[in-house]
């Protein structure tokens, strides 16, 4: 969801992404996925959090209560209100293209709206 596109395409052998995640080599996955990408532009705190869900292990995965108190979960004002404006423009996007799609994009921008005006009171 954070870059609008999915991690790797398969959880099976022949995907090389994947294949980073299978061996624990964080640092090679996220070279791949940094590699056209604006210097820094998945945080440290991201890569973390993202890094414990991929494990093959469900009980090092993370809770709902300790999302609570993640360091990128908590984020900042600015990276919020960039997220917000991104997916806008993304539901626009769709709304131009496809009729029933728009009804959609409608429907999501509202839910943005009101997660933000609920953020904001």
Do not use: C, V
Not at 33 to 58: Q, T, V
Not at 106 to 120: C, H, V, Y
């Amino acid at each position: 969801m954070y870059n609008g596109s999915l991690p790797f395409l398969s959880t099976k052998s022949h995907d090389r992404i994947y294949k980073h995640i299978r061996d624990k080599n964080f640092q090679r996955f996220w070279a791949m996925h940094e590699k056209n990408k604006p210097k820094d532009y998945y945080p440290d705190s991201f890569k973390r959090l993202m890094n414990s869900f991929f494990s093959a292990e469900p009980d090092r995965r993370p809770t709902f209560e300790s999302l609570e108190n993640d360091e990128w979960m908590k984020g900042d004002e600015a990276m919020e209100n960039d997220i917000f404006e991104y997916m806008s423009k993304k539901a626009a996007k769709i709304a131009e293209t496809d009729p029933n799609k728009q009804k959609i994009a409608a429907i999501r921008q509202k839910m943005f709206q009101d997660k933000r005006t609920f953020k904001l009171i």
